[in-house]
């Protein structure tokens, strides 16, 4: 008798054919089509194994999920899901750790350079409506080579970020709970630092930290107003790290050159944010980690866990969340 995994994110049909042609044998998938409440709930109550990257699931979501057996997050931050009401129905939690952290990293640096070049600012005013702004830039034009970047949450995104950027001759300083050995650092050419010591000395602030009690919020306007005139903010971590009505009266006022994110406080971000509308700014709707040719391994990776489950093993131990 076959498991069935739904996928709460509302995928395109071929994508789903994909992830199909990757199952494991006694497993089925099926999939929302809308981000409607009602429907994910009818949905889970079929689903043996959840999978959702972007879709928040709460302790309502998972009460429809009766017999479901592991929630698992197509990505790495959990911060969307309910751990506690998890542990409390007895529901698995995993993730893909390490699956995107090349492809968020290789976003993470295109986004700097999008931002410091007014190459998105370009692109979008020429093809809307053939404007030939090359005088009238919104903001200086500056290369990444040289600059001092620092990358706040140094796991394996914000490591693949500073192996990156290195290739510019940037000097790196980094911030993680845990600093490396004296030994790695010098392996790696970078230098830990604090936040605060970050955004007064950097040029380039990437954000890579997990959403947790102690970073929601973190960069406000108080850190914002503590950061060069001329550097740039670069967030691909969670949109509640940064408050984002301060980064909009940052860059409103020039306190800052500008700011690029992938993510937002509410997603989809609302067609009317603010944030949409600022020359200075650069905006994407949450595709760091989309990379075709990272997908079978990630999924691999996700189905491994769900067939360990259904064999009646256990997730990798990397993989594992609670």
């Not at 192996?163 to 510019?168: D, T």
């Amino acid at each position: 008798m076959s498991e069935k995994i739904i996928v709460l994110d509302p995928i395109t049909p071929s994508t789903a054919e994909r992830m199909r042609a990757l199952l494991p044998p006694g497993l089925t998938l099926d999939h929302a089509k809308t981000r409607d409440y009602a429907e994910l709930k009818a949905l889970v109550a079929e689903a043996d194994y959840i999978v959702s990257g972007q879709i928040p699931v709460d302790a309502d979501l998972l009460a429809a999920a009766g017999k479901a057996k592991l929630l698992h997050k197509w990505g790495v931050g959990v911060d969307n899901f309910d751990l506690e009401a998890a542990k409390a129905q007895g529901v698995t939690v995993a993730r893909t750790t390490g699956s995107n952290a090349v492809p968020v990293a290789e976003f993470a640096v295109g986004l700097m350079i999008a931002l410091l070049r007014n190459l998105a600012f370009g692109h979008a005013t020429l093809r809307e409506n053939g404007a030939w702004r090359t005088t009238t830039l919104p903001k200086e034009s500056l290369m990444i080579s040289g600059k001092t970047v620092g990358i706040i949450g140094y796991g394996a995104i914000g490591q693949n970020v500073a192996r990156m950027v290195k290739a510019f001759g940037c000097p790196v300083l980094y911030n993680k709970t845990r600093p490396l050995s004296a030994e790695e650092e010098a392996a790696q050419g970078v230098r830990f630092a604090t936040v605060p010591e970050i955004l007064a000395q950097c040029d380039i602030v990437s954000l890579h930290c997990p959403m947790t009690p102690q970073t929601k919020g973190m960069i406000d306007r108080k850190a914002l107003q503590s950061m060069k005139p001329k550097a740039v903010l670069i967030n691909c971590a969670r949109g509640g790290v940064v408050i984002e009505s301060d980064l909009v009266e940052a860059l409103k006022a020039k306190e800052i050159l500008g700011a690029a994110t992938d993510v937002y406080e509410t997603e989809p971000v609302p067609a009317d944010h603010p944030l949409l509308k600022l020359d200075n700014a650069v905006v994407t709707p949450h595709i760091a980690a989309m990379a075709a040719d990272n997908f079978a391994s990630t999924i691999n990776q996700m189905w491994g866990n769900i067939h360990a489950v259904a064999q009646g093993g256990r997730v990798a131990e990397n993989d594992f969340v609670c």
